[in-house]
């Protein structure tokens, strides 16, 4: 478990901010993360890697010369928000257009892929390149759409590189691809992390066993084995990598291997040289060539035990920006030229929020008390979903609800001082709730309080009818966040009832109250269902039927926040809950 920690919610930023302050000669905070202290050359493309926190030293450990030019840090195993990526990405620009590098995730995949987007809408080229290398959670021929683990450094170390010879953007992203393309690992976990603050770890490993295709989001292992030696556990690692090795002497591939041997954050150096000594003879022995092979954490999921194994397969190219000199705070090889100091001069300006009329901003003054009800069921039942997304996930769905919910909420508080209308109070919070909660969920429930705030206006006061159609706009707004359909266990199979329920009760006249009563019972039934489903998307699908007899959290919390709140409109007073 995590023992210095000042508070839970907060560690992944007091770990930051102490991090920048021991790397003061590489790192300079900005807001979102961490950017170089140094500068780089004039048209020199940026490399702007990213990802939730607890994985030290990915990824803000591998800013430098050589490496990245900056890094996005979420929270605990929870992506950056669009706003954070976009805010790195500004401050680490040289004006060569920036490549965004991380692990191929949704919730990474939603926010890098807004914030591009945006980048590129106004004129700042920006691609994206996913990082796809663990083999256990797809098959060979879906490459591209695996998870990405500890190969994450090796795709970095080559994208850095190139941009550092001073390839063009085109030629850096194909570089990065050629890695990914090229870049395989596995790993073996001997127990689970705990997140910080809490007593128990996210999954357990039976004793005398050890779990193989782990995750670094706390994850359980897709099978489990009985414990046996390093050399056995080398060379099945070896053996499962290798099934995937291209042929040789195509490509410019001749059996020269970039080598990785990485620690999940509670397994030491003696260990892992142990384990690297055997696998080293396994591959020598099969005719390969060790090229400046790396043995240490790379890539951790905080306190968890056990270790992975990277092979990347190089042709000259690779094996070039692979061996080329770089220097950061976590990975350093030959003698590399620093840069003269870069200071980032950031402007602060105030924004100017609209005033709403009279009528809309009394709305929006009696409507903060509903957005602090969902931070108030969210906090209460933060531990519930927790351990429910600790099943086949990562078990961080409560506190990024937690943390999401009441960023939110203290904003829509401070905006009340200023009189805003109901279109701005949503617009506001939504943004705040996708900020501070970061991931998939996050990503999806800003975008429904935004499109809540889309909905009404700041001119007029919403009729009861009128929030309840805003209502079911917001709802749909989760469906358009993402891929997830009905049937693939996600918030989807609850919020979707829920919006075709409100909108037929709203369509036959019946009250908001009732309306939205009605459509809560329905949403937590469809919820409950979803314990008899397996997962299709998320991080829980790489465990097949691990998650059945278990809902989704997140149609759990939704139904939970919708039951809420139905309960809040039956209990006020100066409501009319007569059908019409």
Known sequence: MTYLVNSPKEFATDSLKGMVLANGRYLQAVHGGVVRSTSSPDGEVSVVVGGGSGHYPAFAGWVGPGLAHGSVCGNIFASPSASQVRSVVEQADNGGGTLLLFGNYAGDVLHFGAAAKSLNDDGIDTRIVLISDDIASNTPDKHDDRRGIAGDIMVVKVAGAAAAAGLDLDNVERVARKANSSTRTLGVAFTGCTLPGSAEPLFAVPQGHYALGLGIHGEPGITTHPMTSAKEIGDLLVDRLLAEEPKRNEAGYRGRVAVLV?????????????????????????????????????????????ASLTLMFLDDELEEYWLAPADSPAFKLGAIKQGAARRVVIETKSKELPVGSPESAAQAAKAVSFVELLATVSAEKEDELGNLDSIAGDGDHGQGMSLGSAAAARVARELVAHKVGMHTLFAEAGAAWAEGAGGTSGAAWGAAVTAMGQALSDERAATDEEIGRASVSAVRAFSNVGTAVPGDKTMIDATHPFAEELEARLDRGDDLASAWCAAAAVAMEAAEATAKMIARKGRARTHGAASIGTPDPGATSFSMLMTAVGEALLSDPSADHQTR
């Not at 030491?268 to 040289?273: D, G, M, R, V």
């Not at 000594?277 to 035990?305: H, K, R, Y």
């Open 262 to 306: 990485n620690g999940l954050g509670a397994t030491k150096y003696e260990e892992l040289f142990v384990l690297f000594g055997s696998i080293a003879e396994t591959l020598e022995e099969n005719g390969f060539t060790l090229v400046n092979p790396v043995v240490g954490e790379q890539v951790t999921s905080l306190d968890m035990a056990g």
